[in-house]
């Protein structure tokens, strides 16, 4: 199995960016099919993206498309999700996730998640 740990989320003006980390440890992180999600407070957990074992593919949510990427590091063990232009709806805690066969935006498919890190938009 894999152990993940995402960082870097803080507080950012809107207009900002920011670029949240996920470093995951235990088995070969190529394995592995990466995503992002993340949950605002009183809502359901949302889709934010995907990104393949290689890291040829990505899938996007219609609300982050042209503002964030997903891109990986394999020898590093990371997936990161760089986040531009950045909204106040953006604000929610973010979740990376992995599975050994799941590519794909549904949540109940991951069967490996890291604790969260916070983002807040806020001026």
């Known amino acids: 199995q894999v152990q993940l740990v995402e960082s870097g989320g803080r507080l950012v003006q809107p207009g900002g960016s920011l670029t949240l980390s996920c470093a995951a440890s235990?088995?070969?992180?190529?394995?592995?099919?990466m995503a992002w999600f993340r949950q605002a407070p009183g809502k359901e957990r949302e889709f934010v993206g995907c990104?393949?074992?290689?890291?040829?593919?990505?899938l996007y949510a219609t609300s982050v498309k042209g503002r964030f990427t997903i891109s990986r590091d394999n020898a590093k063990n990371t997936v990161y999700l760089q986040m531009n232009t950045l909204k106040p709806e953006d604000t929610a805690a973010y979740y990376c996730?992995?599975?050994?066969?799941?590519?794909?935006?549904?949540?109940?498919?991951?069967?490996?998640w890291g604790q969260g890190t916070q983002v807040t938009v806020s001026s």
């Open positions: 235990g088995r070969t992180f190529s394995d592995y099919a």
């Open positions: 996730a992995g599975d050994l066969t799941h590519y794909g935006d549904y949540d109940g498919a991951y069967d490996y």
């Open positions: 990104i393949s074992w290689g890291g040829d593919r990505t």
